[in-house]
């Protein structure tokens, strides 16, 4: 079997794309359970978050004063210009003891969810993500 470059890197940082989902055709009136998953993520998240910059319809939403309705996600996202792809990723967490030992477990799981206008952009930003926590873990840890 053929191992890609980017399997190679998933592995190496433990992570995985859960789901993706394309923004452009998204034509319901029921607000699925993947965007409800991605609703609580955004009420966690401060509007520094990167995906309120890549998703302004969002951003314009969730500044207001009261926390919109899912429905009104639903309609901001269907109703804008968005092109790209929502990705759900995770990786597994990591205690480092040293610079090049760690230990962890599938049951500890750091989550992320990002934008891209691509299917290969969307991979490099979970990719990246789990990097950086990698090394914010090891910094930590005085291992960097």
């Not at 998933?10 to 992570?15: E, H, M, R, S, T």
């Not at 309705?69 to 990591?94: H, N, P, T, V």
Request: hydrophobic share 40%; proline share 3%; charged share 25%.
């Amino acid at each position: 079997m053929l191992v890609t470059e980017r399997q190679n890197r998933l592995f190496n940082v433990q992570a995985n794309v859960v789901a993706i989902y394309p923004l452009q055709g998204q034509v319901t009136e029921y607000v699925q359970d993947w965007l409800k998953d991605f609703i609580d993520y955004l009420n966690d998240h401060d509007l520094d978050d990167p995906l309120f910059d890549a998703l302004p319809a969002l951003k314009n939403l969730v500044g207001q004063e009261d926390w919109p309705e899912e429905s009104d996600f639903l309609d901001a996202l269907q109703y804008s210009d968005q092109k790209g792809f929502l990705f759900y990723g995770e990786w597994e967490m990591r205690t480092y003891i040293d610079a090049s030992s760690f230990y962890g477990g599938p049951g500890c799981r750091r989550m992320r969810w990002v934008y891209a206008d691509d299917i290969d952009a969307g991979f490099e930003a979970i990719i990246a993500a789990a990097e950086a926590d990698h090394e914010r873990q090891k910094a930590k840890a005085g291992a960097a």
